[in-house]
C-alpha cells in the first residue's frame, strides 16, 4: 500500500511541471506554490478518487481557489491520468 509521504513528493512534482496553471514553473523558487493542493490530491488518490473526481478537483482548484476564469479540462484530465499513474508506480 502507498503511503502519504511517499506519494505526496511525486504529486507535488506533477503539479508544479505539469498543471502549473499560473505559469511558475519556470521559477524553482516558487515550487512551493502548489503544495496545498498536492496535499489535498495526495488524500484523494490515496482514498481511491478516479480520473473524473481529480480532474474536477484540479478544475475547482484553478477556479475557485486561483480565481482563474477559464481552465484547460483537457490538462485536468491529462494531470489527473499522470497522478493515477504515479499511484501505479508506487
Known amino acids: ?6 506519494l505526496y513528493p511525486a504529486v507535488a512534482d506533477v503539479l508544479f511541471r505539469e498543471w502549473d496553471p499560473i505559469g511558475v514553473n519556470g521559477h524553482e523558487l516558487c515550487r512551493d506554490e502548489y503544495n496545498g493542493y498536492a ?3 495526495t488524500r484523494l488518490l490515496l482514498e481511491g478518487a478516479d480520473e473524473y473526481k481529480l480532474a474536477a478537483r484540479l478544475r475547482e482548484f484553478a477556479r475557485g481557489s486561483m480565481g482563474l476564469s477559464h481552465t484547460d479540462d483537457e ?5 489527473a491520468r499522470r ?3 504515479r499511484v501505479a508506480e508506487r
Open 1 to 6: 500500500m502507498v503511503k502519504e509521504a511517499e
Open 83 to 85: 497522478l493515477l499513474a
Open 75 to 79: 490538462l485536468h484530465r491529462r494531470v
Open 39 to 41: 496535499r489535498a490530491l
